[in-house]
């Protein structure tokens, strides 16, 4: 049914309505039919298309963006007056195949009904049945449309279809296999995959609606609208790595972005196997085209160190993206997807990638994925930053796309005409900034030992935590504990140690409690440069002056833990990241992606975090990440009841042990929620 141009773009493929021959006879009677019209329906996107936000369901209202103008969806339940309940089985079959209502007026091929012109008279029956006897009647009025003159007098609509609308049935290919065929039905009639993937002529027309013929060549060869780019689909990925995108919203080249998370979620999950095979194998054996040609999976090379530490898009990278792609740009299976080697990064136009960068992205939801994750959107750097970042991705790890400017990503940021983001006190230092600093190479040595902790300094460190555990992206997140103005508190007096101490001492504490290890000696090379760099991040901030962003934040001692919930919210929120038992998750080589939380290779008793209110105050904050969509991580989003909770519960599991515990606090002042 009716899609508009705005909402089909970026999805790879888009709906199906199943071939009686894959699934129940529709000989079986009418509620077969029904049944089988509601699987259609539901292949078919027709919830996501007519439904609008926090509307009821196939009532229509959801606003379509076209380059003319607005389009509404209608209402497709069988109310009579609202609806469509008054069709007979012949208007809606004109009205699929030939875009003309039962009134005699011309549909905007907004809806793709040139594609399921192809749809087989099987078909087409059981979708009907269920639309007029498996719907619930919904009396709403549709929507008035909004489009521009001369696109608003439906009349010329007649001529775009005589000289464009070829409404000859799929014809199979007897060459092929009966699952080529079936794929092909599929993708060229009612999955109408290019509405979305074919280039467009001069009247908006698709330029071909099969892959023979003359114009053969340009199906599914991608295309650019709305600010976003849609890409080939000619054999780009072997057929079950199609079929797993469909089905999960992710395999290991690329995941589902834009609308098409709805297509996924709504539709593409729900397909048979069989049917994914199909379409896995007809795409798959298209001839590619350039783009498919240019993007074929490549081996995924490592980045040097040079490339990520002394160019600023490298150090954009380390410093928004690296904490969920990886520095080795692989993300992480099921949660953050790759960069390397992916197909819609490495597009000849870029316009997707700028466009997810800039308005953010949220995972789609499926049976196999069934939490979201969140990026939010980087509107709030400039577009120099961002035409440095994006053309790092889209060069590095072997990929093979060009560069971008900063022009390119002003464009699309118009063309979206997004919100500004609301102004914050904190200002977030750049790491690409240390590059202009006469000592650059010792801050970027101290930056990469606040990540590599552990693999830097394997002598001092006893667990497998590294300083970014806590300081989030190398301190320069707000709220999770910065390095912004810290280095101006020192020397200050410490109740714990129950003395003043200087910034070293601070840095050792640390070293000893929250790493589980040894002191550094105050001049040797690795000291001097971690202080060097959280004093470059101390920015110009003077002693006693407010900093903003400063700490964790705190929570009210009143609000009483409940362990039990805790534990519930851990499983739900928090053991994604950290494992089912507090273990952490690790790479393939070892090493940790996101530090364990309790158990020997965690921080001891003695560390700040291991106080239940420390710990919440920080879970509030930050944690989980990629739960919301605020900037950098998309974290928080739990209640101050939910964080006390689970930070009871994960503090309170067994951990190291902290031997001088008995010299803390000599002058009194222990908080009550301490360990020990």
Not at 297 to 310: A, E, G, H, I, R
Not at 333 to 346: E, G, R
Not at 568 to 582: P, S
Not at 640 to 666: E, G, I, L, N, S
Request: a positive charge; hydrophobic letters at 35%.
């Amino acid at each position: 049914m009716a899609r508009g141009f705005k909402l089909y773009l970026g999805m790879l493929l888009s709906a199906i309505l199943i071939n009686p021959a894959f699934s129940a006879p529709v000989n079986a009677g009418p509620d077969g039919q029904v049944r089988l019209g509601e699987y259609l329906a539901h292949l078919g996107d027709c919830i996501a298309c007519h439904t609008a936000k926090d509307g009821k369901s196939m009532a229509g209202g959801l606003g379509l963006n076209t380059p003319f103008g607005v389009v509404y969806s209608t209402n497709i339940t069988p109310d009579v007056k609202n609806g469509i309940g008054s069709y007979s089985f012949e208007q809606f079959d004109r009205a699929m195949r030939k875009g003309v209502a039962a009134d005699g007026h011309n549909l905007y091929p907004a809806m793709p009904y040139p594609s399921f012109a192809k749809t087989s008279a099987n078909d087409m029956h059981a979708l009907y049945a269920y639309l007029m006897h498996g719907v619930e009647p919904v009396s709403q009025p549709n929507k008035k449309n909004h489009m521009q003159w001369p696109f608003s007098m439906r009349f010329g609509l007649k001529f775009w279809n005589m000289v464009f609308l070829d409404d000859t049935p799929f014809k199979a290919n007897a060459s092929k296999s009966p699952n080529w065929n079936r794929g092909a039905y599929i993708v060229q009639g009612l999955g109408h995959c290019g509405s979305c993937h074919t280039p467009r002529g001069l009247a908006f027309q698709e330029k071909t609606m099969t892959d023979e013929g003359g114009n053969g060549k340009d199906f599914l060869t991608g295309s650019t609208i709305e600010a976003w780019h849609a890409v080939s689909l000619r054999n780009q990925w072997t057929a079950p790595d199609i079929a797993k995108f469909l089905k999960a919203g992710y395999n290991s080249h690329a995941t589902a972005y834009g609308t098409m998370t709805e297509v996924v979620h709504f539709s593409t999950q729900n397909f048979s196997d069989s049917d994914l095979s199909a379409m896995g194998e007809y795409l798959s054996t298209l001839p590619p085209n350039a783009e498919t040609s240019a993007i074929k999976p490549k081996t995924v090379v490592k980045v040097q160190d040079n490339d990520l530490y002394k160019t600023r898009g490298g150090l954009g990278y380390v410093q928004f993206c690296a904490t969920c792609h990886q520095v080795d740009g692989r993300g992480m299976d099921k949660f953050f997807p790759p960069l390397a080697d992916n197909s819609s990064v490495q597009s000849k136009d870029p316009t997707s990638v700028i466009h997810v960068v800039l308005s953010g992205w949220k995972s789609v939801e499926t049976k196999l994925a069934k939490r979201a994750f969140g990026m939010p959107n980087y509107s709030g750097l400039s577009d120099q930053e961002l035409a440095e970042i994006v053309s790092f991705v889209r060069t590095k790890w072997g990929n093979q796309g060009d560069p971008v400017t900063a022009k390119e990503i002003k464009k699309v940021r118009e063309d979206i005409a997004l919100k500004p983001n609301e102004p914050s006190k904190f200002v977030v230092p750049r790491f690409a900034a240390m590059l202009t600093r006469p000592n650059a190479d010792q801050l970027i040595y101290g930056m990469r030992l606040m990540a590599e902790t552990k693999a830097m300094l394997p002598d001092h460190v006893g667990d497998s935590l590294t300083c970014n555990s806590c300081h989030l992206v190398g301190g320069t997140v707000a709220h999770a504990s910065p390095y912004v103005g810290l280095s101006a508190l020192f020397p200050s007096y410490a109740p714990r140690a129950g003395k003043i101490i200087d910034f070293k001492d601070r840095v050792n504490g640390c070293m000893r409690r929250s790493m589980n290890g040894k002191v550094l000696e105050k001049n040797s090379r690795e000291m001097l440069a971690m202080v060097a760099y959280m004093d470059n991040m101390k920015s110009d901030v003077k002693p006693g002056q407010p900093i903003p962003g400063r700490g964790i934040g705190k929570i009210s001692h009143s609000v009483i833990p409940d362990v039990n919930n805790g534990k519930q919210v851990y499983k739900d929120q928090c053991a994604v990241c950290h494992g089912d038992n507090g273990e952490g998750i690790k790479r393939a080589d070892g090493s940790f992606v996101f530090p364990p939380l309790w158990g020997n290779q965690s921080f001891n008793i003695g560390a700040g975090i291991a106080k239940t209110y420390t710990a919440a105050a920080f879970v509030k904050s930050n944690m989980p990440m990629s739960n919301t969509m605020s900037f950098p991580l998309g974290q928080g989003g739990l209640t101050d009841q939910q964080a006390v909770d689970v930070a009871a519960y994960f503090t309170h599991m067994p951990r190291p042990d902290f031997p001088d515990k008995v010299k803390d606090w000599p002058n009194g002042g222990k908080p009550d929620d301490s360990r020990y």
